[in-house]
């Protein structure tokens, strides 16, 4: 983001380290960042300890129109630019899509982030060898648990009586309406779950002790999802007969879909036994962005902590001990950029009419946003992917390894001295949007800041990296637990993917096998 205002500190704030190249020697950290400094050379014994590895894993879909072609978002955009549903994606590139010529040109295709030979190349993603593969490599380079990228279309009615759609999961009891095939009462749906119904189909078929563990990663990230959301039962939905007369997205429906996410969660995962669970044995759900969710909730006079109480409540009710809910944030930290900040509130320009837009509004800053998080009702922090520190921009993975050090010691100063609310310390292996178009895009179909999709790593850099998140994790192992996240299992649009290609072999996998000596 460019710099327009005077920065939010007024002293600097920039990382001081120093971190030694050799593999065999011992990490030395020492850095000053946010709220505190430390210096600390942990024993070298110390560094293989008994942290739980999770994982990102991100699902890919359908792009094409045609029921009988099956267009892998992942690998139409890796492979052909004319295929690829996200350069054509008017919402993010305006109306011509992206666009290529001297000054930005394509640069493909990116056939180095094809799949490995055992994985099928360009595999299917619903095929059963495939995810077989997936979980093996997993299990046996030192991965503990994935975190699943979830997402939810909250506006979808269906019918269950009608064919396929008699097997969409809607809560046992709930209302239908018996003279229109079964149609629901409470819209909603798992979009792009396919993926994780043959992963843990497969995880079932395994021994015990070589079963993976996984999470929900619940992404409510979509501002696509929100407004088709906020289009139901407005005139258009009705004179094409998607809805029907009284179906209307009020905060009653809005809270009744909530229940439904909950109670799908309970009913499908948390009775798994290979289900992710805190040593006092509560699920965990990991929920990405926060602020999405918490500035949608805001325009029904809902808090998040509404939400989740009531998911705790139903989660008790059904015999648990509760949900352990884990918040996946960043954002930025500087006044100037406080346009692009965490919103907490989502305002229709016509109340009435909210489905012809709204503004987000009341936008927090990381460091402000951070704060509230415990009295949301979350127990604990990480992230997806840190694109800055403060005035640090991630240009390089020199520069990612800088940046996620200061989030590293802010973070884990500002919470260890509460033993309730931990820092689970993330790790990046790089970013590189380019096969989706570049960073942060513009309406005129160019990226803004295409200098930032040259974040790469090497196996020796990441597997320093990891070391170095060990080596904070376990300094304060009070507060900050033992979870160290890693983005990403496949996040191969961004450039985030540790699966074995062809252009880095198992070298990520081998890293983190290294140095967790698992």
């Not at 992404?219 to 039962?233: P, Q, Y």
């Not at 960043?330 to 100037?336: Q, T």
């Amino acid at each position: 983001m460019k710099s327009l205002f005077q920065t939010l500190f007024s002293c600097s704030l920039f990382l001081l380290f120093c971190a030694c190249q050799n593999e065999k020697s011992n990490t030395i950290i020492s850095q000053k960042a946010g709220f505190g400094h430390f210096d600390f050379n942990p024993p070298q014994e110390e560094l293989a300890g008994e942290e739980l590895v999770g994982v990102y894993f991100m699902p890919s879909w359908n792009t094409s129109p045609d029921p009988n072609v099956d267009r892998d978002s992942f690998w139409s955009c890796i492979q052909d630019p004319k295929n690829c549903a996200s350069l054509q994606n008017p919402g993010i590139w305006g109306p011509k899509g992206r666009i290529y010529n001297a000054r930005y040109p394509y640069e493909g295709p990116y056939l180095d982030r094809k799949p490995i030979k055992e994985l099928k190349g360009f595999y299917k993603r619903t095929d059963p060898e495939v995810a077989r593969k997936q979980l093996q490599y997993m299990k046996e380079y030192g991965i503990d648990f994935f975190a699943y990228d979830w997402f939810f279309g909250r506006n979808y009615y269906y019918h269950l009586y009608f064919g396929p759609q008699s097997k969409i999961y809607y809560p046992e009891g709930w209302k239908i309406d018996p003279n229109r095939d079964g149609r629901v009462a409470v819209p909603g749906l798992v979009e792009w779950g396919d993926q994780l119904e043959v992963l843990l189909a497969e995880n079932a078929k395994l021994p015990k002790e070589k079963q993976m563990k996984w999470a929900v990663n619940w992404c409510d990230d979509s501002h696509e999802r929100w407004m088709a959301w906020l289009k139901i039962g407005s005139p258009d939905e009705l004179a094409r007969k998607a809805n029907y007369e009284g179906e209307k997205p009020n905060k009653e429906l809005y809270l009744q879909v909530h229940d439904k996410i909950t109670q799908l969660w309970i009913d499908q995962y948390f009775s798994r036994s290979d289900y992710l669970r805190a040593e006092d044995g509560r699920p965990v759900v990991y929920f990405y962005f926060p602020q999405d969710a918490e500035s949608r909730a805001a325009f029904y006079g809902l808090s998040l902590k509404d939400l989740l109480d009531r998911s705790q409540a139903l989660a008790k009710k059904a015999k648990l001990p509760g949900i352990k809910f884990i918040a996946v944030t960043a954002g930025p930290m500087l006044e100037r950029e406080r346009t692009y900040g965490l919103p907490t509130q989502w305002k229709a320009k016509n109340p009435n009419r909210p489905w012809e837009g709204g503004e987000y509004q009341k936008k927090m800053l990381l460091q402000e946003y951070v704060p509230r998080l415990k009295s949301m009702g979350f127990e604990g922090m990480t992230a997806y992917v840190y694109h800055n520190f403060l005035e640090k921009d991630n240009r390089s993975y020199a520069d990612m390894r800088e940046t996620y050090r200061g989030h590293w010691n802010m973070w884990s100063e500002k919470f260890k001295s509460d033993p309730n609310f931990e820092y689970q310390v993330p790790v990046a292996m790089g970013w590189d949007m380019r096969p989706a178009g570049g960073t942060w895009p513009q309406q005129t179909g160019f990226p803004s800041e295409p200098y930032k999709d040259r974040v790469h790593s090497t196996k020796s850099t990441f597997r320093d990296k990891l070391k170095e998140a060990l080596a904070v994790s376990q300094k304060y192992r009070a507060s900050n637990g033992k979870t160290i996240m890693i983005c990403c299992w496949n996040e191969y649009l961004e450039g985030n993917y540790i699966e074995p290609t062809e252009g880095h072999g198992f070298d990520y996998l081998e890293a983190i096998q290294e140095v967790f000596e698992k």
